[in-house]
C-alpha cells in the first residue's frame, strides 16, 4: 500500500489548524541564531510544500524534494495559486543528489521519521552533508520517542469533517520503535463518500542515535531544542529540533 497518495489531496485540510506562517518563523530565527543569510535552500519530504512555498514568497530560491508524486502535484498546485517558483523533485531522500551546493537543507515535519532502516538515515545524512556548503545548515525535525511511543503509539484518532473523515489507528511496536499508522479516509466525491486506506511507519529515533550518526558523517557543531524555542529538549518532548553546521 503506498504512503501518501490519496491521503495527499486531504493532507492540508487536515493540517489547517497548523500554523506554516509561525513555523517559517521559526525556521528563519534559526537561520538568525547561526547567522546565515542562506539564499539557496532544499527542503527535503516537502510534502505538499506548505513550508515550501511560504519560504519561496519570502524571497529565498527553494528546491522541495518528495517521493510522493500526489503530495507535489498539490504543493506545484499551490506554487502556481500563489504565484511562486519552486523546482520540486520526485526523488527519494536515501538516493538524493541535489545539482549544485546549497547553504541550507531543511527536513519539516517529520521527514525523518520515515527513514526506517538506521543504515539508510546514515546514508541520508551523508547527501546531505555532501550538498551543503561549507558552513551550511542542515534543520530538521523529528516527532520524538517518547510522542510515538507514548502518545501517538497504540492509539486511534478520528475527525469527521463535511468533506473528509478519517480513522487514524496506530501501533507502537517495541522491539523495531516504529509506530504502525493505519489511515482510512472518508473522502466527498461528488454525491459519495469514497474510502481510501494507506500505511505509514514511523521509526521512533532516540535523540543519541541521531546525534551519533551526524556526527559520523563529519558535521561539526550539532544542537537539538525543543521545538519552536532555543530551549534544551526535555523528557517529554513531543517534537525536537536538530541544527547541525557543516
Ligand atoms: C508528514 S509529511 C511532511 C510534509 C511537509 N514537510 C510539511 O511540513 O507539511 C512527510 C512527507 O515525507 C515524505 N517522505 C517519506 N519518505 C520519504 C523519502 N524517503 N524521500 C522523500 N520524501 C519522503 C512523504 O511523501 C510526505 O510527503
Redesign the pocket.
Known sequence: MN??SAF?YV?DQL?ED?D?EN?VDYIERIFEKYNIKPQNIA??????????NILARRGYNLIG????ED?LFVAQEKARDMGVEVIYLN????E?ALPSELDSIL?????IN??IDEK?LLK?FQNVYNDLKTKGLFVFDISSYYKLSNILGNNTYAENFQEVSYIWENYFDEDRSVCDFDLTIFSKEGDVYKKYEESHSQKAYKENEIVEKLSTVGFRKIEKFEAFTFEKTKNESERIYFVCEK
Open positions: 504512503s501518501y495527499a493532507y493540517m497548523v506554516y513555523w527542503e527535503l519530504a516537502c510534502g505538499t510544500g506548505n513550508i515550501t524534494v518528495d517521493l510522493s503530495m526523488h527519494d531522500m536515501r538524493l527536513c519539516i515535519c517529520d521527514g520515515y527513514i539508510d541520508v
